[in-house]
Structures are given as structure tokens and as C-alpha cells.
């Protein structure tokens, strides 16, 4: 299994921006997705931002516009810029990656279709 360490994440206040991190151990340029998923207490996880091997990206409706997501293959990282934040954004955010090839392409948002998960990163915005 190929550890996903999150980095960061903290508390801004609203309008404000983050860039998180996603350290693989592993090689992820023939990931067949990546991306960024979030759970805020008392709700279910949701996807936020994921990238696909072909390069096609995919944002929640509530992020687009302002969440960035892109990796560094070079540096077996994945990224999510965040601009203008606002308090709905606070949750905990999770890095995931799926290498099996066709598991996710096209429909990346899907939380089950990851196996590998990254152990979450908090992100607070006050108003």
C-alpha cells in the first residue's frame, strides 16, 4: 500500500486561500485518478476536485471557480489550490489515489471507486 500524507491544511478566515498538499511514496504518474475529497462533522464525504490520467478534471459545483487541483508528477504530489474560502469549506480533507487502471477514469468523483487514502487534513475558515 502506498502511503498518501496530507499537508496543508489550517485556519484562515473567510476570502481567504490554502494550497494542500498530497505526498505519495509512490510513483503516481500512471495514477489512473487523483483528487481530493471531504468530510465535514455530521455530513458524508464528498468529492471536491480530481484529476484523471488523461488530464480531465472534475470539480463539486460548490468549489468551482475557486479550488485548483494538479500534481507534480516529478514530485509525486498532488495539489489543491484554494482560493476564496468561505466557512462551508471547513471539513477535513482527504487525498486519494486509484492506480488500477479504468477504476475511476470517467467517473472520478465516485468515493469507492479509491483504494488508497491519505489520513486527512483539516481545514477551518472563519467568517
Known amino acids: 500500500q502506498v502511503p498518501l500524507v496530507e499537508s496543508g491544511g489550517g485556519s484562515v478566515q473567510a476570502g481567504g486561500s490554502l494550497r494542500l498538499s498530497c505526498a505519495a511514496s509512490?510513483?503516481?504518474?500512471?495514477?489512473?485518478?487523483m483528487g481530493w475529497f471531504r468530510q465535514a462533522p455530521g455530513k458524508e464525504r464528498e468529492g471536491v476536485a480530481t484529476?484523471?490520467?488523461?488530464?480531465?478534471?472534475n470539480y463539486a459545483d460548490s468549489v468551482k471557480g475557486r479550488f485548483t487541483v494538479s500534481k507534480d508528477n516529478t514530485k509525486n504530489t498532488l495539489y489543491l489550490q484554494m482560493n476564496n474560502l468561505n466557512p462551508e469549506d471547513t471539513a477535513m480533507y482527504y487525498c486519494?489515489?486509484?492506480?488500477?487502471?479504468?477504476?475511476?477514469?470517467?467517473?472520478?468523483?465516485?468515493?469507492?471507486?479509491?483504494?488508497?487514502w491519505g489520513q486527512g487534513t483539516q481545514v477551518t475558515v472563519s467568517s
Open positions: 486519494a489515489a486509484e492506480w488500477h487502471r479504468g477504476r475511476c477514469s470517467g467517473d472520478s468523483m465516485r468515493i469507492d471507486a479509491y483504494n488508497y
Open positions: 509512490g510513483y503516481i504518474y500512471n495514477t489512473d485518478c
Open positions: 484529476i484523471e490520467a488523461d488530464g480531465t478534471t
